[in-house]
């Protein structure tokens, strides 16, 4: 693994198209670089490695949202020098979106498409729990019930005094998130939900499609919230068929 300032990668290989990816609340790059392999040659990986999380445990975690888009969408203009693409989940896909419109703000090369998975509507989401808030014990439960934070990590005390700050970061980017309405993105969004996530709404889901002036494509898969993970060798093969298909060149 290679880590270069927010971004890191599973190899140095260069491919024709770049998927920048960006983890839910709390992931960290180690859950997502194993696609790479699933990918294949022709897709080049980089998972966002945010402060307060895997290699940069130790630095404090960013609980600005406007400060953490800024510093990513920098860091992906400056390997946007071929065709790419953003994937996001849960927290991720509000990440996601806001760096595709950072970038088109800035007049800089933008992505060829956005895939957001386990998400709502950025203006029609809804938000009930504040789990920023919380008691270092209620939080880590309603880590449990969530299902996407290892129990041997929860059950440990010193690893979790260690992961609660960049959590905490992470639910407050997320929790006091605002929408600012704005022209829709000329790209094509893939939208990802699992039939039976308790934390979106399937008519939420649907204001992606206010988000953008192109096609909306909806992906149904069995699961929870974390469905990601049980169908990873389908979703990256749709990456990197739909992928290759966007940026083979026409005749």
Request: glycine share 8%.
């Amino acid at each position: 693994m290679t880590v270069n300032d927010w971004f890191c990668r599973a190899s140095d290989v260069e491919a024709p198209v770049r998927l920048f990816c960006f983890p839910f609340a709390g992931g960290n790059a180690a859950a997502f670089l194993p696609w790479q392999r699933m990918l294949g040659p022709d897709v080049e990986l980089w998972v966002a490695q945010l402060p307060g999380r895997g290699a940069r445990l130790l630095e404090p975690p960013l609980d600005d949202l406007d400060e953490l888009v800024a510093r990513l969408a920098a860091a992906v203009a400056a390997r946007g020098d071929r065709p790419f693409a953003l994937f996001g989940h849960s927290l991720g896909a509000l990440v996601a979106f806001e760096v595709a419109r950072t970038l088109r703000r800035d007049g800089l090369p933008g992505p060829h498409s956005l895939w957001v998975a386990g998400a709502e509507g950025p203006g029609t989401r809804s938000v009930e729990d504040r789990l920023h808030d919380l008691p270092d014990p209620e939080l880590i439960e309603a880590l449990r019930d969530y299902g996407g934070t290892p129990a041997e990590l929860l059950d440990d005390p010193e690893m979790m005094e260690l992961l609660l700050p960049g959590l905490r970061a992470d639910f407050a980017l997320d929790e006091c998130y605002t929408y600012r309405a704005g022209a829709p993105l000329d790209l094509p969004v893939h939208v990802l939900l699992a039939d039976r996530d308790p934390h979106v709404d399937p008519a939420r889901a649907a204001g992606w499609s206010q988000e953008t002036s192109r096609p909306v494509h909806r992906h149904v898969f069995p699961g929870g919230h974390f469905f990601l993970f049980p169908h990873q060798a389908t979703i990256t093969a749709l990456l990197a068929t739909v992928l290759a298909a966007d940026h083979t060149p026409t005749r």
